[in-house]
């Protein structure tokens, strides 16, 4: 690499174009929690992408850049898989993918950034599951009280006193 920091650049604007087209292809429906839990994952790795000139960015030796080429090298595989995923409309492995992508580009920040503290995905997956399952414990079709079945009832009791209203008067 003529510019040993060039990785870094890459890393983040690879992983940001497919985090932007994977948000397109979840954005119609409500989000599933791993599909939820990889945007945030990909969000968690690119919040506060220093700068390549940033102090807080490191000189790498040789080994640790030939660490950041087999990275991107596998990052670029995996970004192949996702557009083969996309074209064929397999969003589940494209979700799937983008943990991978994300994993990739976070192993490059980790090398040029050590002090910045990286979640990993499994951290990230419980805490959007917990916020899955309480969001969805929230929506209860079956309960007895929703505003539809609340409706009905007073409909039918109002029927039912107009029946026997109009039968006395009869």
């Known amino acids: 690499?003529?510019?040993?920091k060039l990785g870094l650049k890459i890393a983040a604007e690879?992983?940001?174009?497919v985090r932007y087209v994977f948000l397109v292809q979840i954005e119609d429906g409500i989000a599933s929690a791993s599909q939820r839990a990889s945007l945030e994952y990909a969000d968690a790795v690119l919040i506060g992408w220093p700068e390549t000139d940033s102090p807080e960015v490191v000189d790498l030796d040789d080994d640790q850049l030939r660490i950041v080429r087999e990275?991107?090298?596998m990052m670029?595989?995996?970004i192949h898989r996702f557009t083969s995923m996309e074209r064929a409309g397999d969003v589940d492995g494209m979700t799937d993918t983008l943990i991978r992508v994300t994993e990739r580009v976070a192993e490059v920040r980790r090398l040029y950034q050590p002090e910045f503290?990286?979640?990993t995905f499994a951290e990230i997956r419980?805490?959007?599951q917990d916020e899955w399952?309480?969001?969805m414990g929230k929506i209860d079709p079956q309960a007895d009280d929703t505003t539809a079945d609340h409706v009905e009832r007073e409909t039918d009791e109002a029927n039912d006193e107009a029946n026997?209203?109009?039968g006395q008067t009869a």
Do not use: N
């Open 1 to 4: 690499m003529a510019d040993p």
């Open 14 to 17: 690879r992983l940001s174009i």
């Open 71 to 73: 990275q991107m090298t």
């Open 76 to 78: 670029e595989q995996y």
């Open 117 to 119: 503290a990286l979640p």
């Open 126 to 128: 419980r805490v959007v």
């Open 133 to 135: 399952d309480e969001d």
């Open 164 to 166: 026997r209203a109009g």
